[in-house]
């Protein structure tokens, strides 16, 4: 297979990916065994190695982490010079999204096997402990979870909508 051909399948295959998250909307729990089906699929037709697709979504995965990192940060820096925020408290922002980012991969498995009302649940207590948090820390209501390009969900795959 020619290096064009591989970087023609893999501009496909991203095309299908960005159209599957707009189609979706905000990534669901299931979408981590979306992802891997897609990946088989698309190594399994193009007869290319699933190492190879897995690497392009990998690292389309990470620049887009880092593209939502690098505008939430812009956004607080905005707050901090129009006094809304203090440098502390969004240092603070930027480690708990950190914190909050690790977690979420870390127990990504975890919930996936949730059901419906598990997720909700599980959301439901993440908000609260936002709040919770943010209230200690004197962070504006507007800077936990929304109306900050993602706010404090993180800035990955999956930050998704978070019910009060």
Same mark, same amino acid.
């Given at each position: 297979?020619?290096?064009?051909? +591989?970087?023609?399948?893999?501009? *496909?295959?991203?095309? &299908?990916? #960005?159209?599957?998250?707009?189609? *979706?909307?905000?990534?669901?729990?299931?979408?981590?065994?979306?992802?891997?089906?897609?990946?088989?699929?698309?190594?399994?037709?193009?007869?290319?190695?699933?190492?190879?697709?897995?690497?392009?979504?990998?690292?389309?995965?990470?620049?887009?982490?880092?593209?939502?990192?690098?505008?939430?940060?812009?956004?607080?820096?905005?707050? #901090?010079?129009?006094?809304?925020?203090?440098?502390?408290?969004?240092?603070?922002?930027?480690?708990?999204?950190?914190?909050?980012?690790?977690?979420?991969?870390?127990?990504?498995?975890?919930?996936?096997?949730?059901?419906?009302?598990?997720?909700?649940?599980?959301?439901?207590?993440?908000?609260?402990?936002?709040?919770?948090?943010?209230?200690?820390?004197? +962070?504006?209501?507007?800077? &936990?979870?929304?109306?900050?390009?993602?706010?404090?969900?993180?800035?990955? *795959?999956?930050?998704?909508?978070?019910?009060?």
């Amino acid at each position: 297979m020619t290096p064009i051909r +591989i970087f023609a399948i893999l501009v *496909a295959a991203f095309g &299908v990916l #960005v159209g599957g998250f707009f189609l *979706a909307g905000t990534a669901s729990a299931g979408a981590g065994n979306h992802r891997a089906s897609l990946i088989e699929r698309l190594a399994s037709r193009f007869n290319i190695s699933r190492d190879d697709v897995k690497s392009v979504f990998d690292e389309d995965q990470k620049e887009h982490e880092t593209e939502m990192k690098n505008r939430l940060e812009a956004k607080l820096s905005e707050a #901090v010079a129009n006094g809304t925020l203090t440098e502390d408290q969004k240092s603070l922002i930027m480690a708990k999204c950190e914190e909050w980012q690790n977690d979420r991969e870390a127990n990504s498995e975890a919930r996936r096997d949730m059901t419906p009302e598990e997720r909700r649940a599980d959301a439901k207590k993440h908000r609260e402990e936002m709040e919770a948090w943010a209230k200690a820390n004197n +962070i504006p209501e507007e800077f &936990v979870g929304f109306g900050m390009g993602g706010g404090m969900r993180g800035y990955g *795959a999956g930050a998704g909508h978070v019910e009060k």
